[in-house]
């Protein structure tokens, strides 16, 4: 036993904390693709499970019971375990991703992507950081995201990236879960009472607008989303005839309520969440997920 | 005598899970390998049941103490995400100290081509109850109190058992 550890056996119920979820995988990106563009990539699809993760965390202790509460912690779990993977996975990529930290920090690249980025460098989907709403808004918002995530990681998993593929490889398990728990509510709160049915559509006008940035194309390095149309499709439209329920008409997102961003007063116009142009509710999550982190950035845990 | 890179694959077999200790890490399937390379290391490879696994930094702590506890005193954990794990790497030692803890152990897992279809309904058949063999099973809830685990209630018995997932 060395030095560090000799008569110290009491640290060993707790673990490490801080680790890298990539250790002793190999990294060395492939060649012929571009490590800014895989970073990019990685960065987006890890956002996206992040945020999403954060806001299903927030329903712990408010479900309905505590099997769904269960339910939507194992999902978020789930996700959080993607984010560390696809964060890890781009700061391994391009380091140049990696916000910079005082000299002597602890903190490691995937919590320093999590934890020291503002709004604007965000790159997930504003359907996965609206506010939580009522128990209908989780579902129909966890089957749009799952629906779409599920259609992306079965084609990544023959990835040129042996990294995204392997992670692909593991999400399509877990997402799979995730979009059957959704369809599943969703078909019970359509069937139900009348005023199931009424939130349950309630929700999915709200949500609708935001569908569609799922499958906006994007070039470069990875499985296009916007090539994911008719799985997708054939999927929702599915849930849409089983449940009775009518599938709404694409309309972009109303920007009633969209605020400038970041106190920056900048806003893109036209920009979506893929370009850090998000909803006025991504700044109080990441106030509530970053504070701790960054009120001690040389912190050890 | 046994050789070095045995020994330290023995002691590797028989650290226990940390979330469910009827089980060791071999046994569930989570251990893909142990080596000692040429310097005297040991490396010890490990996969996550599932990618959001909160027990990987203890299974990597408890094989550092155990090997360092035998002798070895360096020892480096790697992680492996290639192949994803199966439930169907539950060996049948596992399988059988599920059972005495009154866990079910789960089925074949589903071997797919193509799309992965939506199921709606309960499409995976209940498993019998682990207490009383019973058929007559429901299931509460495909997620339970670990990410690897679904809840089921006997109609028989009436007890609530948890159901290691097909993955």
């Known amino acids: 036993m060395n030095d560090e550890y000799a008569g110290d056996s009491s640290q060993w119920a707790f673990g490490t904390g801080f680790e890298d979820p990539l250790a002793g995988v190999d990294t060395t990106v492939p060649q012929g693709v571009d490590p800014a563009e895989l970073a990019a990539y990685c960065l987006m699809l890890g956002d996206d499970a992040l945020i999403m993760s954060q806001r299903l965390s927030e329903w712990c202790s408010r479900a309905p019971d505590l099997e769904e509460d269960i339910a939507l912690a194992n999902m978020a779990l789930d996700l959080l375990g993607q984010a560390r993977l696809l964060l890890a996975r781009a700061a391994a990529a391009d380091p140049g991703v990696v916000p910079a930290l005082p000299e002597g920090s602890p903190v490691p690249a995937e919590d320093a992507l999590a934890f020291f980025r503002d709004a604007e460098q965000f790159r997930n989907v504003r359907l996965a950081e609206v506010e939580n709403g009522d128990f209908a808004h989780v579902v129909v918002r966890l089957l749009l995201f799952s629906v779409a995530r599920l259609a992306l990681l079965e084609r990544l998993r023959t990835s040129p990236d042996q990294v995204l593929a392997a992670v692909a490889a593991k999400g399509v398990k877990e997402i799979t879960y995730h979009r059957d728990w959704a369809g599943r509510w969703f078909l019970t709160l359509a069937q139900g009472t009348e005023e199931s049915r009424r939130r349950l559509e309630t929700a999915l006008e709200a949500l609708w607008p935001y569908q569609a940035e799922l499958l906006a194309p994007h070039t470069g390095f990875g499985v296009d989303p916007a090539t994911l149309r008719g799985e997708v499709d054939v999927v929702l439209d599915q849930v849409f005839a089983v449940s009775g329920v009518e599938r709404p008409g694409d309309a972009p997102p109303s920007d009633a309520g969209r605020e400038p961003i970041g106190g920056t007063g900048r806003e893109l116009p036209g920009g979506t969440g893929r370009d850090g142009a998000h909803t006025a509710a991504l700044a109080p999550l990441l106030a509530e997920m970053q504070v701790v982190a960054r009120a001690h950035p040389s912190g050890r845990w | ?167």
């Open chain 2, 1 to 167: 005598m046994v050789n070095a890179r045995d020994r330290a694959a023995e002691v590797a077999r028989q650290v226990r899970d940390p979330e469910m200790p009827m089980l060791t890490l071999a046994d569930l399937g989570v251990l893909r390998d142990v080596e000692l390379d040429g310097g005297g290391e040991v490396v010890v490879s490990i996969t996550p049941t599932y990618t959001g696994c909160p027990a990987m930094a203890t299974m990597r702590d408890d094989l550092v103490h155990r090997l360092r506890e035998a002798g070895f005193d360096r020892v480096e954990v790697r992680i492996v995400l290639d192949p994803p794990w199966s439930s169907d790497w539950i060996s049948e030692r596992g399988r059988a100290a599920l059972r005495e803890a009154g866990l079910s152990a789960p089925g074949p897992a589903p071997r797919r081509t193509g799309p992965i279809p939506l199921t709606l309904g309960p499409a995976r058949s209940a498993p019998p109850c682990p207490r009383c063999g019973s058929a007559a099973t429901r299931l509460t809830s495909e997620f339970g109190a670990t990410a690897c685990k679904a809840l089921y209630r006997c109609t028989g018995c009436q007890e609530p058992f948890e159901h290691v997932k097909e993955i």
